[in-house]
């Protein structure tokens, strides 16, 4: 059984698309916020976490940072999409403990299959 995926994205037609290919491949997606993400890293059994460089919060590098500084999150797979002129918050986003960053129209293109990862 595949491992949910934690997804921090309030952009909603993008959060839709993510929702409706993650169920045309058999992924279960978790939506949360900011606050509650780090619990529901512990308590889940979610290995992945899609992380909205741009989240209107402003807490994506925050969030980047919890999940990989805490021993019981820090092997959770954190992957980013920003725009892709947005090189200062791509090396940020990767100094701050993001596996990947992707450019979200990469994202959007290869999502199906970057789901199927992420759900192991």
Same mark, same amino acid.
């Not at 949910?4 to 058999?26: E, H, N, R, S, Y």
């Not at 619990?39 to 919890?66: F, P, Y």
């Not at 596996?99 to 759900?119: G, I, Y």
């Given at each position: ?33 900011? #606050?509650? &993400?780090?619990?529901?890293?512990? @308590? ?7 992380? !909205?460089?741009?989240? =209107? +919060? ?24 920003? #725009?892709? &002129?947005?090189?200062?918050?791509? @090396? ?7 596996? !990947?960053?992707?450019? =979200? +129209? ?15």
């Amino acid at each position: 059984m595949p491992h949910p995926i934690l997804t921090l994205v309030d952009d909603l037609i993008f959060l839709a698309k993510i929702q409706q290919t993650a169920k045309q491949v058999g992924v279960i997606l978790e939506s949360v916020e900011p #606050s509650s &993400v780090k619990e529901r890293a512990t @308590a889940s059994s979610a290995h992945s976490i899609i992380l !909205d460089l741009n989240h =209107r +919060s402003g807490a994506a590098l925050k969030v980047a940072r919890a999940i990989k500084g805490d021993p019981a999150t820090s092997h959770v797979r954190v992957m980013g999409f920003l #725009s892709h &002129v947005q090189t200062d918050l791509a @090396a940020a986003a990767r100094e701050a403990g993001c596996d !990947d960053v992707l450019a =979200r +129209s990469t994202f959007a293109q290869k999502l199906p299959q970057l789901l199927m990862k992420l759900a192991g």
